[in-house]
Antibody, heavy 122, light 114 residues
Framework: QVQLVQSGAEVKNPGASVKVSCKAS????????ISWVRQAPGQGLEWMGWISAYNGNTNYAQKLQGRVTMTTDTSTSTAYMELRSLRSDDTAVYYC???????????????WGRGTLVTVSS | DIVMTQSPDSLAVSLGERATINCKSS????????????LAWYQQKPGQPPKLLIY???TRESGVPDRFSGSGSGTDFTLTISSLQAEDVAVYYC??????????FGQGTKLEIK
């Protein structure tokens, strides 16, 4: 069965960086992509970006351009999301979700990780 | 970006009664290649990730009870729970995947028991 296992909760100071991992199993990792979605406390869902595990192509939400980097390691079937210059409003649960590999595939997000809480506080 | 607007923001319904949640997109999400609407509904319970309920606006995901149904086309969509059960208490989100992979979600509708 498809599983996405995310890394544990993080507490960071403002201005720091965080790197969240998402280890996939139950499918051929390089045949799909990963989208990252975040959810601030008590708030809705915000798509952050997408990466193809096939060729590393990315597409980031405009508001995060320059602060976010998504990567994959096909040898360990793991996706990573790094967010830099953290601010208090980056405090959120960060989810990874399996997506398509081509970037334009007209599919919903079927499989989600359980989320990683990132708290930004001094 | 396509803006998704849900109504109401919260809803209280008696057990066994019908619950209806609306979702409006700022532009059509009809995919011309298959004449289907790129609209999904998710259910999220506290401390859990979103769970896919409905896709292509009206196709129920495997294992989802048939009391959940989706309808609509173009820019206006509805999620209906025909007979509310206690386990349906959750927040419900609509999502467009027309502008894939630039997905956008509605703000969520909190469903409670009256």
């Amino acid at each position: 069965q498809v599983q996405l296992v995310q890394s544990g909760a993080e507490v960071k100071n403002p201005g720091a960086s965080v790197k969240v991992s998402c280890k996939a199993s139950g499918y051929t990792f390089s045949s799909y992509g990963i989208s990252w979605v975040r959810q601030a406390p008590g708030q809705g869902l915000e798509w952050m970006g997408w990466i193809s595990a096939y060729n590393g192509n990315t597409n980031y939400a405009q508001k995060l351009q320059g602060r976010v980097t998504m990567t994959t390691d096909t040898s360990t079937s793991t996706a990573y999301m790094e967010l830099r210059s953290l601010r208090s409003d980056d405090t959120a649960v960060y989810y990874c979700a399996r997506d398509c590999t081509g970037g334009v595939c007209y599919n919903p997000l079927w499989y989600w990780g359980r989320g990683t809480l990132v708290t930004v506080s001094s | 970006d396509i803006v998704m607007t849900q109504s109401p923001d919260s809803l209280a319904v008696s057990l066994g009664e019908r619950a209806t949640i609306n979702c409006k997109s700022s532009q059509s999400v009809l995919y011309s290649s298959n004449n289907k609407n790129c609209l999904a509904w998710y259910q999220q319970k506290p401390g859990q990730p979103p769970k896919l309920l409905i896709y292509w606006a009206s196709t129920r995901e495997s294992g989802v009870p048939d009391r959940f149904s989706g309808s609509g086309s173009g820019t206006d969509f509805t999620l209906t729970i025909s007979s509310l059960q206690a386990e349906d208490v959750a927040v419900y989100y609509c999502q467009q995947y027309y502008s894939t992979p630039l997905y956008t979600f509605g703000q969520g509708t909190k469903l409670e028991i009256k």
